[in-house]
């Protein structure tokens, strides 16, 4: 019943996705390009990020079937019920107090489907779980707003949303492969996973009061500018793409051979110099030569010039060995699983599949479906 077939390694699972905004359809949507099989229980009045963010909204809910549902209502228990005994997967994103109250909480969902994977994606862990949260209060608790420039809003690209999305995947697919016990509870917070990437940028050198480090981290690895103004990147990053860094350049070729702790020593001088020969050429030049080099570079792109069609590897693919690949390009998902499903667009067929049809017309007047 999915809008489209993909031949990925979890085709036949199913996952009720009855997350909303971001991070968890996030995480469903990965799954779908896996093969997974994925409902999307949505209310009648539908997810928030439909009417906020249409375009982001089609993105993460391409190749879900939509099943538009009053949860509140007493008379979509036996649907929900019957949906969750044929789960694999449910998928949740409310706060643990709504949960309860809308009958979808681990132990009751257990209590249907003891076999099912549950997880429930949180702003906040521990004693803070039962707290509301998005993407920016997460990003400025854990330090990741304090890593970026000040400004009303640091970042446009909603790294907190995305990274528990991805990280809510990783543990589904986890439990999944694994040998789990029955009643299996994930708990993925965006607050747990932002600090862990914190920590991996800061390493474990920071400490309490000590002000940040903006300065360049290392000679021949920013962002710089060419004659015409267009921003690109530098990563030399290794003694190898220095070296060669230097020498496309013009720079003094005595700065070939710094080390990497010479280059870090030195950083905003070296960074200045490279500024300095750069501003002599267009961006484009420059991206040319180094790539010519193998200097790892690219000009700094909008989304819409990203090229994502060509530099991404294709959803899910297997090869005639039975070897799959799997890539998850930021654009081209939505055309590749077909449109996004309209509010309730597989309501009828999925009630049919549950053996409910004859309740479609009461559920429908009591206004519990759509």
Known sequence: MSQKSIQGPLRGTLVLDFSTLLPGPYAAFLLAQLGARVIKVESPNGDAMRASDPDVYAVVNAGKENLAVDVKSPASVPMIDELLRRADVVLVSSLPNTLGRLGLGADR?????????????????????????????????????????????????????????????????????????????????????????????????????????RQPRFG?????????????????????????????????SSLAGLSLAARRERAAELNEQVESAVREQPAQEWVSRMQAAAIPCALVASPREAPVSRNASGVVTVKPDGTISVGFPAISLGQRLGPVAGLGEHTEPILRWLGLQDDLAGLRSGAVIV
């Open 109 to 213: 969902v257990h209590c249907v489907n003891p076999a099912v994977l549950y997880c429930h994606v949180l702003g906040w862990g521990n004693q803070m779980r039962d707290l509301p949260a998005h993407d920016l209060d997460v990003m400025a608790a854990s330090g990741a707003v304090e890593l970026g420039p000040e400004a009303a809003y640091p970042l446009a690209l909603p790294v907190g949303d995305l990274a528990t999305g991805n990280m809510a995947a990783l543990a589904i697919v986890a439990g999944l492969c694994g040998n789990r016990q029955a009643d299996t509870i994930l708990e993925v917070s965006m607050a747990g996973v932002l600090e862990s990437w914190v920590s991996v940028s800061c390493g474990l050198k920071s400490t309490e009061g000590e002000p940040l480090d």
């Open 220 to 252: 021949g690895y920013g962002i710089f500018r060419g004659s015409d103004g267009r921003r690109f990147s530098i990563g030399a990053f290794e003694d190898r793409y220095w070296a060669s860094l230097v020498k496309v350049v013009g720079m003094d």
